[in-house]
């Protein structure tokens, strides 16, 4: 150990427990309040007025000739402009990454193309459900018996 370690060990008092009655436990406990206020800086800066209430901000106003779609609670929008969802064969999902730059024709020929493995994928996958939920049935009427 170094010695500035075992100076730094040696230099910290015992606790005394505060609920004694001891004059040094009195000390303690009178001096602590007074250390707090000592180390509490009392030049803290205050808050100006225009802190106290400060502007709010808020968003401007709607532009009333924006192409923007409103949509009305309860009221469907479909999302063709983002392209078509892919079903991958593991049952997740994605999308075409640059959709937005395909021309109408490249669209109309990825909207048929994926419709179609969708399709078959959303087959495969449903039958592969029912052919787990099937083994897991078997599997608690043999854990029954």
Do not use: C, H
């Not at 000739?65 to 999302?79: R, T, V, W």
């Amino acid at each position: 150990m170094s010695s500035t370690t075992e100076s730094f060990v040696a230099s910290i008092p015992d606790p005394v427990p505060m609920s004694s009655n001891t004059p040094a436990s009195q000390r303690q406990q009178q001096e602590l309040p007074q250390q707090i206020q000592k180390s509490e800086p009392n030049d803290l800066p205050t808050a100006t007025s225009s802190e106290k209430n400060p502007e709010i901000l808020q968003l401007p106003p709607a532009d009333p000739n924006s192409d923007i779609p409103k949509l009305q609670f309860g009221q469907a929008m479909k999302l063709d402009v983002l392209g078509p969802i892919i079903i991958n064969t593991d049952g997740t999902t994605r999308r075409i990454d640059n959709w937005d730059t395909l021309t109408e024709q490249e669209k109309e020929v990825t909207w048929r193309r994926i419709r179609k493995r969708n399709a078959e994928r959303r087959e495969m996958l449903e039958a592969k459900y029912k052919e787990l939920s099937q083994q897991e049935q078997v599997e608690d009427v043999a854990t029954e018996e």
